[in-house]
């Protein structure tokens, strides 16, 4: 098992740029999460998918974030035009969920954006 | 709303002592608790979970969690701490009221320090 696999590691732009971010899914999982860490603000639900559904995006800060799952094994999170102020490190995690909404969720090891 | 609060920055302790990682939730319905232990530049690990039943659940690592209804706490512990031990430690809720979906929320995280 690879576990949950994000893509880049590290990620330096200039403000206005957009930026990718991406994320595979352990295989067979159902659920997937976006989670942005910052030291103020500390671990924050941006977006969830269910089944390859958004759930629930109130979390996104705003219209320049978007999240995407075009199939079970991959997710998108694209922040356009980037601010120096989507400096975080940005995690994506999935489970595997029965109904019960009590599986452990199974985190990537993030990716460190820095905007300038 | 759901809401979980570590009142520790930071917790210091000696190897070999008892450690205890404090924290309080609150939730409409029952709740459904998680620890998460997260090393530098990883992603979160799953440690524990208390969904029902016995108030002491046993995880990873050595580590158990300590579920008082009436306090509404779940302080994490473990009875001889190691060096390896020193990590950043999270505690989740979600609340299981029908309908709260598949949203865990973070508290805001607890520096372990196990020095020798």
């Known amino acids: 098992d690879a576990g949950v696999i994000q893509s880049p590691r590290h990620e330096v732009t200039e403000m206005g740029q957009e930026v990718t971010l991406r994320c595979k899914p352990i295989?067979?999982?159902?659920?997937l999460f976006w989670y942005r860490q910052t030291m103020m603000r500390g671990l924050e639900l941006l977006i969830y998918f269910n089944n390859n559904v958004p759930i629930d995006d109130s979390g996104m800060p705003e219209d320049r974030f978007s999240a995407k799952m075009p199939n079970a094994s991959f997710s998108t999170l694209k922040i356009q035009p980037s601010e120096p102020r989507d400096s975080a490190v940005y995690f994506c995690a999935s489970s595997l969920e029965d109904g019960s909404y009590n599986s452990p969720l199974h985190f990537g090891n993030g990716t460190r954006l820095t905007v300038t | 709303a759901q809401s979980v609060a570590q009142p520790e920055d930071q917790v210091n302790v000696a190897e070999g002592n008892p450690l205890t990682v404090k924290c309080t939730y609150s939730v409409s319905g029952n709740p459904y608790l998680f620890w998460y232990v997260q090393y530098p530049n990883r992603g979160l690990q799953f440690l524990l979970k208390y969904i029902t039943g016995d108030n002491l659940v046993k995880g990873s690592y050595g580590f158990e969690a300590e579920f008082n209804k009436s306090q509404t706490s779940f302080h994490l512990k473990k009875p001889s701490a190691l060096v390896s031990d020193s990590a950043l430690y999270f505690c989740a809720v979600r609340d299981g009221l029908t309908g709260g979906g598949n949203k865990l929320t973070f508290g805001t995280g607890t520096q372990l320090k196990v020095e020798l």
């Open positions: 295989s067979g999982h159902n659920s």
